[in-house]
């Protein structure tokens, strides 16, 4: 991991060294925190970043680290043939999540920085909380498993907040400090002002057409930015990013004009393939994302763990399946998209469980989804053909329909 983090700071630099850059400034933040981990006196705090905000980690002096996020590296990187064999050879089952395999296997190979402390929740799976409950018996530090029900109301926030303030307490007693959460102000003004420009940029690209962006940058810019929340530097990262997108080609651009607006649900692969070339070269523009959504909830200076707990509560993939649907159609309003990929990680029950439900609502708006099936972190399940070829069908569906409209 380590060797990987200083490839990100080589690569940041080169590209800052010919200006200012949201994406390199983005991957140079990520890699000082990461190798901020292997700091002989570093407290690590093993967390997950898409569902407890990082705010509440960045008053105390110790590194957040996403094992999650560490093993999309690791794949990005060309790590994944040797951490999924590493987590074969223990036996772990090959049908579960493969982010959960590389993960177990990169940390037996011992890859990861150690543990301090390991935070999780249990909604969005399963998986996740019973890798912690294994990482607990290898590092024999204590686990502190969030419970999160499916209820949105005072008792479900009621009960939420009473973990999170354990969970601080636990932050407090491992850093030596006093336990006051205005320590979390701060953190909260920088996340508050973050996501005000990123709304802001979500209105540029409600525009038609939409500023033209490479591959899945605003995905990319949204899982990465995501370790940073609450952090200053992600201010001036988001600030340069929306510099970017107001100069950034509309009319023309690299893709030869926007042609077909789409929305993207869920994830994307991490290693290389040809899906964005291909998008691109067909003049399919992303113009928005549903992970981006999902880390877009206000959050409270007055009531910083209250808040906190309304946020985790908020996520869409713990709420009935109705106000997903119900998000995903005013997006396809507000954006005027002509299409939703959704890029179906097989693994992941918990994101593709309500697809059939989310397709029929599409087809009854006249919106057609396209399911792209596959393995975010094993690149053995992916097919450039088959790729290339169910993407040329769908764009060309697509513009069939926007000449029979017209």
């Given at each position: 991991m380590r060797s990987i983090y200083e490839g990100y700071l080589k690569y940041a630099d080169q590209?800052?060294?010919?200006?200012?850059?949201?994406?390199?400034?983005?991957?140079?933040?990520?890699?000082?925190?990461?190798?901020?981990?292997?700091?002989?006196?570093?407290?690590?705090?093993w967390t997950t970043g898409y569902s407890i905000p990082m705010v509440l980690y960045q008053p105390f002096n110790l590194v957040p680290f996403d094992f999650e996020y560490a093993a999309v590296d690791l794949v990005a990187r060309g790590g994944a043939a040797q951490s999924l064999a590493a987590s074969n050879r223990l036996g772990y089952p090959v049908d579960?999540?493969?982010?959960?395999?590389?993960?177990?296997?990169?940390?037996?190979?011992?890859?990861?920085?150690?543990?301090?402390?390991?935070?999780?929740?249990?909604?969005?799976?399963?998986?996740?909380?019973?890798?912690?409950?294994?990482?607990?018996?290898?590092?024999?530090?204590?686990?502190?498993?969030?419970?999160v029900p499916l209820e949105k109301d005072e008792r479900a926030l009621d009960y939420v907040e009473s973990q999170l303030r354990h969970v601080f307490s636990a932050l407090c007693r491992l850093t030596g400090r006093e336990e006051n959460e205005s320590v979390l102000v701060e953190p909260i003004r920088n996340y508050n002002r973050v996501l005000s420009l990123m709304m802001e940029i979500n209105r540029l690209r409600c525009q038609k057409p939409a500023p033209y962006l490479p591959a899945n940058r605003g995905l990319t810019m949204s899982m990465l930015g995501s370790r940073l929340l609450g952090r200053p530097e992600l201010i001036s990262i988001y600030e340069q990013f929306l510099r970017e997108l107001r100069r950034a080609p509309r009319e023309d651009g690299p893709d030869g004009g926007e042609r077909v607006r789409l929305l993207w649900l869920l994830a994307s692969p991490v290693?290389?393939?040809?899906?964005?070339?291909?998008?691109?070269?067909?003049?399919?523009?992303?113009?928005?994302?549903?992970?981006?959504?999902?880390?877009?909830?206000?959050?409270?200076?007055?009531?910083?763990?209250?808040?906190?707990?309304?946020?985790?509560?908020?996520?869409?993939?713990?709420?009935?399946?109705?106000?997903?649907?119900?998000n995903i159609l005013k997006w396809v309003d507000d954006y005027q998209v002509d299409g939703v990929v959704s890029f179906t990680h097989l693994p992941c029950r918990q994101g593709n469980g309500a697809l059939s439900l989310i397709k029929q609502a599409l087809n009854e708006k006249g919106v057609v989804l396209m399911n792209l099936e596959g393995d975010i972190c094993d690149p053995t399940m992916f097919s450039p053909t088959r790729m290339r070829r169910e993407i040329e069908n769908y764009v060309q569906i697509l513009l069939d329909r926007g000449r029979m409209v017209h």
């Open positions: 590209k800052l060294s010919c200006g200012p850059n949201a994406r390199a400034m983005l991957y140079k933040a990520i890699a000082g925190l990461g190798l901020s981990a292997f700091e002989a006196k570093a407290r690590v705090v579960t999540c493969s982010a959960h395999r590389v993960a177990l296997g990169a940390q037996a190979l011992g890859l990861f920085p150690p543990a301090d402390l390991l935070i999780s929740t249990t909604h969005f799976c399963d998986g996740k909380p019973k890798c912690n409950e294994i990482f607990k018996e290898e590092y024999h530090v204590p686990f502190y498993l969030v419970d290693y290389p393939t040809n899906i964005f070339d291909t998008l691109s070269e067909f003049g399919a523009r992303i113009v928005a994302e549903e992970f981006t959504f999902e880390l877009m909830h206000p959050l409270c200076e007055e009531k910083p763990l209250r808040s906190i707990a309304e946020w985790i509560l908020d996520s869409r993939f713990i709420r009935p399946v109705e106000e997903r649907i119900n």
